[in-house]
T-cell receptor
Framework: DVKVTQSSRYLVKRTGEKVFLECVQD?????MFWYRQDPGLGLRLIYF???????EKGDIPEGYSVSREKKERFSLILESASTNQTSMYLC??????????FGDGTRLSIL | SQQGEEDPQALSIQEGENATMNCSYK?????LQWYRQNSGRGLVHLIL?????REKHSGRLRVTLDTSKKSSSLLITASRAADTASYFC?????????????FGDGTTLTVKP
């Protein structure tokens, strides 16, 4: 079975901190994705990557950046955390044009 | 605005009843997928239906797709308490080179024992 592992289930950070969320997949998938999920707003795509060192902006990239130095790892970076970035963050991976496999999410609180 | 929108937002039924959830979308698609999310967990893929398919089955799940109406439905038959979860549709657009999907807001299903 595909396993997508997010480094933390719960994370609490302070406003202005630089925050790193890590995601690792074990199935050699080409595509990796970062979403945030908020009540009433569904899943919104922040960034995705279709190859090592390749990235494309999703629907809400402002305030975020990403890094994909190795195929199995996709990191989401909050450059200067703000309270409106408190959310559930979900990572996913997939083969090209195949269904996505999700991690269990990181619930991030910015105080 | 979202490509996919689920209806209803919330559904509550008794165990053993059938549950039907609907998804509408705005533009032409390559395929449509349904996912399930248990509380506090990630999404799990249930079923994928391609734009040239009209119906697909998987166990107690039945998915239909009407491209002329730009809509899909997910039917769960003989529901169980363990089916309690949120269900999302997701669409892949033609020409999308990376399998990028657009998700709806989800339907929250509660199955009472």
């Amino acid at each position: 079975d595909v396993k997508v592992t997010q480094s933390s289930r719960y994370l609490v950070k302070r406003t202005g901190e630089k925050v790193f969320l890590e995601c690792v997949q074990d199935m050699d998938h080409e595509n990796m994705f970062w979403y945030r999920q908020d009540p009433g707003l569904g899943l919104r795509l922040i960034y995705f990557s279709y190859d090592v060192k390749m990235k494309e902006k999703g629907d809400i990239p402002e305030g975020y950046s990403v890094s994909r130095e190795k195929k199995e790892r996709f990191s989401l970076i909050l450059e200067s955390a703000s309270t409106n970035q408190t959310s559930m963050y979900l990572c996913a991976s997939s083969e090209r044009s195949q269904p996505q496999h999700f991690g269990d999410g990181t619930r991030l609180s910015i105080l | 605005s979202q490509q996919g929108e689920e209806d209803p937002q919330a559904l509550s039924i008794q165990e053993g009843e059938n549950a039907t959830m609907n998804c509408s979308y705005k533009t032409s698609i390559n395929n449509l997928q349904w996912y399930r999310q248990n509380s506090g967990r990630g999404l799990v893929h249930l079923i994928l239906i391609r734009s040239n398919e009209r119906e697909k089955h998987s166990g107690r799940l039945r998915v239909t797709l009407d491209t002329s109406k730009k809509s899909s439905s997910l039917l769960i038959t003989a529901s169980r308490a363990a089916d309690t979860a949120s269900y999302f549709c997701a669409t892949d657009l033609p020409g999308t080179n990376a399998g990028k999907s657009t998700f709806g807001d989800g339907t929250t299903l509660t199955v009472k024992p």
